[in-house]
């Protein structure tokens, strides 16, 4: 049953990761022309999963040669280590770039416009605030990321020649900064954010478009081909579930599912969901551009050593190394090192729990029947201890050796090691067993009336 239960586990793994080589196709895009426009929303929270399409997208501009990229956002903001990624992409683009902000370009959608060759604005829209936060929306109050944060947006600023004290007051609200173009002051405990025309005043934005068309008009590529890039559903299912929380219980699902089904094998669902849970998190990463083969092989050669080991104990050798090795897939698979760690080990913690529930609640099946007597052998259920004497009490023998005062004596058939209460008994007089206590026999010495 065990090894039919780990065959369940271990053929869903490859069927999973079988359709990793077609998770890059993409829904078909128009036709790219060699100097078209690229138009590429950055509509959503700024995290690994937006990096992942937005590389994808500036390769295929890239590859058609295109004239212009324009990056349509409208977003809050989010992880600074994505908007970093993101910025340089941006600033390294071959191809000229356009940021055109039509809401809010908060936060870290900040830094990503900064990067970009020219910034355009519509009207109503907002540029700025740019602190940093924790996951509960608290400004982090760190001297040494504020300073990083604050360097990274006046580098930006400075290379697309833009007055760095005003990204630096973005950043940190104990600059006072002064706008006099825009006769705007912010003072200690303000954070810069600036709309769309104080921000055409203080340099941070080139023109004021209100829609797309007006913005290709400025840019005079009005009649240019337009590439409308959008996200694959493979690429949306990989944002969602390459996010703190979904990877996290992707992992829990995984670790818990597996290790309940090898432990406490029969009863299928977990194994399964276990599988599925391992494979989402793979599948996932491999469609951002994070997870390749090797860290696929590495996390499938721990699994396979933990069932070697389950099956063929290896005295915690092939556990060890299998251990080592799932870890290591998984942290390598994940946007970055901290990242995976972090997302193991707060998955751990519930999956061990649940595997100690399922463990008490089932301990008398799977490979714990191995360890646990599961019957109680009764004496009126046919079962004897090889030890217990009780039938002999009362029977006569014979001494066969000195008792002094154990030694021992031939009763009926057996010969059995006898003792006295403190008697001395010579070889060959004749015995009778008078007690039983568990293993010991205790006899004492035939009289003369007894034996005749």
Same mark, same amino acid.
């Given at each position: ?19 990793l080589p077609f998770a890059g ?164 405990g303000q954070l810069v954010s ?55 219980? !992707?992992?829990?699902? &995984? *670790?818990?599912?597996?290790? $309940? =089904?090898?432990? #406490? @094998?029969? /009863? %299928? +669902? ?27 092989? !590495?996390?499938?050669? &721990? *699994?396979?050593?933990?069932? $070697? =080991?389950?099956? #063929? @104990?290896? /005295? %915690? +050798? ?135």
């Open positions: 049953m065990l090894k039919k239960r780990i065959m369940q586990v271990v053929w869903l793994l490859p069927l999973l990761l079988m359709l196709i993409h829904a078909e895009s128009q036709p790219a022309s060699s100097r078209a426009v690229y138009i590429i929303p950055v509509h959503q929270t700024i995290e690994s999963g937006l990096q992942s399409f937005l590389e994808r997208a500036f390769k295929e501009a890239h590859e058609a040669s295109a004239q212009l990229i324009v990056l349509d956002i409208n977003t809050l903001g989010g992880e600074i280590t994505a908007a970093m990624e993101i910025g340089n992409l941006v600033r390294d683009s071959k191809i000229p770039t356009v940021a055109f902000v039509h809401g809010d370009a908060a936060s870290a959608g900040t830094f990503i416009a900064l990067n970009a060759n020219e910034i355009v604005m519509s009207p109503g829209s907002v540029i700025g605030a740019a602190a940093i936060v924790d996951a509960s929306g608290r400004e982090v109050d760190n001297a040494k990321h504020i300073s990083y944060w604050v360097e990274s947006m006046e580098s930006a600023a400075k290379m697309r020649g833009r007055n760095p004290v005003i990204a630096a007051g973005m950043v940190d609200k104990n600059i006072v900064v002064e706008i006099p173009e825009a006769g705007r002051t912010f003072a200690k600036l709309s769309y025309d104080d921000a055409l005043k203080a340099g941070y934005s080139e023109h004021t478009a209100a829609t797309l068309e007006e913005v290709l008009s400025f840019k005079n590529v009005q009649e240019a081909p337009r590439i409308f890039v959008e996200p694959s559903t493979a690429e949306n299912l990989s944002r969602i579930l390459t996010s703190p929380v979904a990877k996290t219980l !992707l992992l829990l699902i &995984g *670790i818990a599912g597996v290790a $309940i =089904e090898l432990f #406490v @094998p029969g /009863f %299928g +669902l977990p194994g399964i969901l276990g599988a599925l849970g391992f494979g989402l998190y793979f599948f996932s990463h491999y469609i951002a551009g994070f997870a390749g083969i090797e860290e696929i092989v !590495l996390f499938v050669l &721990g *699994i396979i050593l933990l069932i $070697i =080991e389950v099956v #063929v @104990p290896g /005295f %915690g +050798l092939f556990a060890a190394a299998g251990t080592i090795s799932l870890i290591s897939g998984v942290v390598m698979a994940s946007y970055n090192t901290a990242s995976g760690l972090k997302s193991l080990g707060i998955a751990v913690i519930p999956a061990i729990i649940l595997i100690a529930i399922f463990i008490k609640i089932f301990k008398r099946k799977g490979v714990w029947k191995k360890f646990i007597l599961s019957e109680e052998q009764k004496n009126e259920e046919g079962y004897t201890s090889s030890s217990v004497k009780d039938h002999l009490l009362g029977k006569n023998g014979v001494a066969l050796t000195v008792l002094r005062p154990s030694g021992t004596a031939l009763i009926g058939e057996e010969r059995i090691d006898v003792v006295t209460f403190g008697d001395y008994i010579d070889k060959g007089r004749k015995i009778k067993v008078t007690q039983i206590e568990g293993t010991r026999v205790v006899v004492r010495e035939l009289n003369e009336d007894e034996i005749g």
